[in-house]
């Protein structure tokens, strides 16, 4: 008797072939092709699922980013919204720091789904850090004129830090909390 598989289950199975396939060989030398290989099943299985190689690019950029976002609101029922504001950027760099990690290929280029997943996670970053400071505003922890584009530049610098890995993460922290305290205050 055939296997039958839910469907969210057999589509994440080709979201892991291709990010496995993606890893191995890079997106450019990775086909359809290998991955309906990888998983022993007929090409058409692969277009009931996504209509080309780009729209399984983004569906492993999303898993990327659902883990990311996870890894963001790890810990955060700290009690005082400094402590708060502090797991928040501890976050960003171990998130930023995994991501990259993912996207990296060691031989192989992932540019597509490295950039895509780069980007999605920044401006969910941004968004998230960006609420802290206003929730900080409304507290009288800090004052600033535009939050977000406080939030833009900080999160660029922890993305930028991660990616030249010069920085360890707890310097990278001490660094964006100094910068954070210098520009919100009066």
């Known amino acids: 008797m055939a296997d039958v598989k839910d469907s969210d289950e057999r589509r994440n199975e080709f979201v892991d072939a291709a990010e496995k396939l993606f890893q191995e060989n890079g997106i450019v030398d990775t086909t359809i092709n290998a991955i309906v290989k990888e998983m022993n099943v007929a ?7 996504f209509k080309s190689k780009d729209d399984v690019i983004d569906a492993v950029s999303e898993k990327y980013k659902e883990v ?3 890894m963001l609101q790890t810990s955060m029922d700290k009690p005082t919204y400094e ?15 995994d991501l ?9 280029d992932l540019t597509p789904l490295s950039n895509r997943s780069v980007e999605v996670a920044k401006k969910d970053a941004i968004v998230g ?4 400071f206003e929730e900080g505003m409304k507290n009288g922890s800090f004052q600033f004129v535009h939050p977000r584009y406080y939030a ?6 922890i993305l930028t830090l991660v990616e030249e890995k010069e920085a360890g993460d707890d ?3 001490n660094i964006i909390m100094d910068l954070i305290e210098r ?3 009066d």
């Open 43 to 49: 090409k058409g299985l692969f277009y009931y699922y």
């Open 68 to 70: 990311f976002n996870d």
């Open 83 to 97: 402590e708060l504001l502090q797991q928040y950027i501890q976050n960003c760099v171990v998130s930023f720091r």
């Open 183 to 185: 520009s919100g205050k």
């Open 171 to 173: 310097e990278i922290c």
């Open 129 to 132: 850090l960006t609420e802290l």
């Open 100 to 108: 990259s990690e993912k996207v990296e290929g060691d031989s192989v």
């Open 152 to 157: 833009d530049i900080l999160i660029g610098g």
